[in-house]
């Protein structure tokens, strides 16, 4: 049995004075379960999810870039179940 964790952040802090790139920022978090029975033989379990400082509901703004705000939602998400099972004949 293994768990495997990994969050990313990554952020772009833009001044408006020197350019026009909007201020982002985004966390994504994967998780996975795997039970290994033997080499050929597993279960995985994993769930991901991602996090956007985008407006709700999403529009585009003056500039036609997608309208940022100041706080995270979640705009994706997935949980997948796999089963992988050797065949021996």
């Known amino acids: 049995m293994s768990f495997r964790f990994i969050g990313q952040y990554s952020s772009v802090l833009a001044n408006s004075i020197f350019t026009s790139v909007q201020t982002t920022k985004t966390f994504n978090a994967d998780f996975l379960i795997t039970y290994l029975v033997h080499p050929s033989t597993a279960v995985y379990v994993g769930y991901n ?22 706080r995270l939602i979640n705009d994706g998400r997935n949980f997948f179940v796999k089963v992988s099972y050797l065949f021996r004949f």
């Open 49 to 70: 999810s991602n996090l956007e400082n985008i407006e709700n509901p999403p529009h585009n703004d003056i500039n036609g870039d997608l309208a940022r705000g100041g």
